[in-house]
T-cell receptor
Framework: DAGVIQSPRHEVTEMGQEVTLRCKPISGHNSLFWYRQTMMRGLELLIYFNNNVPIDDSGMPEDRFSAKMPNASFSTLKIQPSEPRDSAVYFC???????????FGDGTRLSIL | KQEVTQIPAALSVPEGENLVLNCSFTDSAIYNLQWFRQDPGKGLTSLLLIQSSQREQTSGRLNASLDKSSGRSTLYIAASQPGDSATYLCAVRRGNAGNMLTFGGGTRLMVKP
């Protein structure tokens, strides 16, 4: 089992640029989550997919953020245009059912200059 | 709105000591509660998951308890080791909203040899 795979591990870019974060969930998992972690706000849920369909995106901070899940094995989180306050560690997690724990990737550390 | 609080925010203990980490939540209508471990620069690793109908779960030196009515959970670590040093987070799954978790701010544990 390869676990949840996120890329890139680190991203440094200038404000105004488009940023795309990628996630490959564990094979067979039908729920996928994007989280953001900062020192000030802790771990926040951004969006949740079930069977590739977005179920709740109430945590997405602004229209600059968008997420897609075109198939069961791939999801992207895009920020356009990026701002310095978007700097954080972004995690992707997946799971099978409501009674199973979520499995996290190692995250993408994003720095917007 | 569910709020999850973890006290203390940081804890330092000598090796071999038994210790308790605390988690409290404001809305008792939860589906389950999970304890996670996070090592620096890494994602979260699930340690224990307690269903709302359960009182406790055990895994090795770890024991997690749940008192839903009082909105509290504890994670007990027996005979602590330096390798237990990490941040421990609790998260509650909302009872009526899919598989989404609300996280506490975490307790940063340091076990000194």
């Amino acid at each position: 089992d390869a676990g949840v795979i996120q890329s890139p591990r680190h991203e440094v870019t200038e404000m105004g640029q488009e940023v795309t974060l990628r996630c490959k969930p564990i094979s067979g998992h039908n729920s996928l989550f994007w989280y953001r972690q900062t020192m000030m706000r802790g771990l926040e849920l951004l969006i949740y997919f079930n069977n590739n369909v977005p179920i709740d995106d109430s945590g997405m901070p602004e229209d600059r953020f968008s997420a897609k899940m075109p198939n069961a094995s791939f999801s992207t989180l895009k920020i356009q245009p990026s701002e310095p306050r978007d700097s954080a560690v972004y995690f992707c997690a997946s799971t099978t059912t409501n009674n199973q724990p979520q499995h996290f990737g190692d995250g993408t550390r994003l720095s917007i200059l | 709105k569910q709020e999850v609080t973890q006290i203390p925010a940081a804890l330092s203990v000598p090796e071999g000591e038994n210790l308790v980490l605390n988690c409290s939540f404001t809305d008792s209508a939860i589906y389950n509660l999970q304890w996670f471990r996070q090592d620096p620069g890494k994602g979260l690793t699930s340690l224990l998951l307690i269903q709302s109908s359960q009182r406790e779960q055990t895994s090795g030196r770890l024991n997690a308890s749940l008192d839903k009515s009082s909105g509290r959970s504890t994670l007990y670590i027996a005979a602590s080791q330096p390798g237990d040093s990490a941040t421990y987070l609790c998260a509650v799954r909302r009872g009526n909203a899919g598989n989404m978790l609300t996280f506490g701010g975490g307790t940063r544990l340091m076990v000194k040899p």
